[in-house]
């Protein structure tokens, strides 16, 4: 069966520091890879997507990027962050057509101190 | 670009009552898809039930079923039986069926809290 892992869980980060994000998916080839960020409050917002290993889409210009160096694995990085980059972020992946399920990883929360 | 409206941030429900959370979208689209997750406070997105905008038929899944009316543009999630189990954000969400756009992502409402009164 497919895996989804996401991690770390919560992570506090002091501005101006880097970040690194890891998602990594089992069980499954070549599926599309997302990040979203939840802002309290808020839906959730299309970061990245990534349809194959190396190609990045990014939705919304900012401080993140994004980087698919293996198949099924979506990394999310910054390299100063600031106080805007708190909120929650969510990995998800699926394969196949646009009426399939999209799975989600359980998530990182982020705060920038 | 498309767009997901949900008017209600937060609703209630007594245990064991019915439900129904409101969703809009707004597309150019003739193909689409249209989705209720959850999110309970786990944070675990999970779908609920999914409908195909070609099809006239509404959706069901067990206690929840939606009402899918195309030329409105409106989706809602009917929550039959109310559990406390089904106390969480409920998010509406559109994907394109553009099989050239490369992708699926999906756009999301700003979700909807569901509290279940015992």
């Known amino acids: 069966s497919q895996t989804i892992h996401q991690w770390p869980a919560t992570l506090v980060q002091p501005v101006g520091s880097p970040l690194s994000l890891e998602c990594t998916v089992e069980?499954?080839?070549?599926?599309?890879l997302y990040w979203y960020r939840q802002a309290a409050g808020r839906g959730l917002q299309l970061l990245f997507y990534?349809?194959?290993?190396?190609?990045i889409s990014s939705e919304v210009p900012q401080n993140l990027s994004a980087s698919r160096p293996q198949d099924r694995q979506f990394i999310l990085s910054s390299k100063k962050l600031l106080l805007s980059d708190s909120g929650f972020y969510l990995c998800?992946?699926?394969?196949?057509?646009?009426?399939?399920?999209?799975?989600f990883g359980q998530g990182t929360r982020l705060t920038v101190v | 670009a498309q767009t997901v409206t949900q008017s209600q941030p937060e609703m209630s429900v007594q245990e064991a009552e019915t439900v129904t959370l409101s969703c809009t979208y707004d597309t150019s689209e003739s193909d689409y898809y249209l989705f209720w997750y959850k999110q309970p406070p786990s944070r675990q997105m999970i779908l609920v039930i999914r409908?195909?905008?070609?099809?006239?038929q509404n959706a069901t899944e067990n206690r929840f079923s939606v009402n899918f009316q195309k030329a409105a543009k409106s989706f809602s999630l009917k929550i039959s039986d109310s559990q406390l189990g089904d106390a969480a954000m409920y998010f509406c969400a559109y994907r394109s069926g553009d099989t050239l756009a490369g992708s699926y992502q999906l756009t999301f409402g700003k979700g909807t809290k569901l509290s279940v009164i015992p």
């Open positions: 990534s349809v194959g290993i190396g190609q």
């Open positions: 409908q195909e905008a070609y099809k006239q």
């Open positions: 998800a992946w699926n394969v196949g057509g646009a009426n399939t399920e999209a799975f």
């Open positions: 069980g499954t080839s070549n599926p599309n």
